[in-house]
């Protein structure tokens, strides 16, 4: 059995990627730890139910396992940073690399389940914004402690409250 694919092969496979760049990124990531690899997969398993979830099942479903309406955590938290941040990154990455557009919602509900999943507690932010020209702009972000995990760029636009 053939274990080595084609550059055409791998066209076939993930169209519209450059071969060169899934293969770039399969050897840094078989070059992770075992911990950052698991971190990786499971941030990409949880993109993929996002992803098919928000369009799918209405929002009042999904809001309860996202955390408790107007509440926010402590801004000041001494166990869970380290990790949090490892979430961070791997969603970063996962999203970054996923065969679809991963956009602010996505990353922030997937983010908090990860954290969720580690009994981390975090706030998911959602703003809304309306420009001068009456466009309505959205945003997502999870913020643990005193960082934010995703969504940090955009924030400030659409929601100048706690979470600034």
């Not at 694919?5 to 760049?21: H, I, N, W």
């Not at 999904?62 to 801004?75: N, Y």
């Not at 913020?143 to 929601?159: H, I, M, P, S, W």
């Amino acid at each position: 059995m053939q274990m080595n694919a084609t550059s055409s092969q791998v066209s076939k496979v993930l169209p519209g990627t450059d071969p060169c760049g899934v293969w770039k990124a399969l050897g840094k990531f078989i070059h992770l730890s075992a911990v950052e690899q698991r971190l990786l997969v499971e941030a990409l398993l949880w993109l993929t139910l996002a992803r098919l979830a928000i369009p799918a099942v209405p929002f009042r479903r999904i809001a309860p396992l996202l955390g408790r309406t107007m509440e926010e955590t402590p801004f000041h938290v001494t166990e869970g940073p380290p990790v949090a941040e490892g979430v961070s990154q791997a969603i970063r990455t996962a999203a970054d690399h996923a065969p679809w557009k991963s956009r602010c919602l996505v990353r922030a509900v997937a983010a908090q389940w990860m954290l969720k999943r580690r009994g981390i507690g975090s706030t998911l932010y959602l703003g809304v914004s309306k420009e001068d020209t009456k466009v309505m702009s959205a945003h997502a972000w999870v913020r643990c402690g005193d960082k934010f995990l995703t969504g940090a760029v955009g924030r400030r636009e659409t929601y100048p409250g706690p979470g600034k």
